[in-house]
């Protein structure tokens, strides 16, 4: 399922597996810095439009909470995120 980016040099998508799902937010400009808001598909997702979701990247191990709404900033050193996604 891709996410709708407002920016278009930011990309994000999600893949689920049974109860697993992955997130991805990916820059496409290895030169600059970007930053953008991810509003997520809940309704693809199988959400409820007001659930929360627990999300650890799994490259660095940061953990936030987010909601259908999300801010992101992505650098040439640290160009995405890949998330392990868990409802709460």
């Keep these: 399922t891709f996410h709708h980016v407002p920016n ?3 990309i994000a998508y999600s893949k689920q597996d049974g109860d ?3 997130l991805v937010v990916c820059s496409l400009d290895p030169h600059d810095v970007q930053q953008a808001e ?3 598909d809940f309704k693809a997702l199988g959400l409820d439009s007001h ?3 627990d999300v650890r990247d ?3 191990g940061a953990e936030y909470r987010w909601g259908t709404k ?3 900033r992505l ?3 640290d160009p995405a995120h890949v998330f392990v996604v868990s409802p709460t």
Excluded: F, G, K, R
Aim: net charge neutral; aromatic share 10%.
């Design 8 to 10: 278009a040099q930011v």
């Design 20 to 22: 697993s799902h992955v």
């Design 38 to 40: 991810v509003y997520l």
């Design 51 to 53: 659930a929360l979701l």
């Design 58 to 60: 799994a490259i660095t």
């Design 70 to 72: 999300n801010y992101v």
């Design 75 to 77: 650098t040439p050193a």
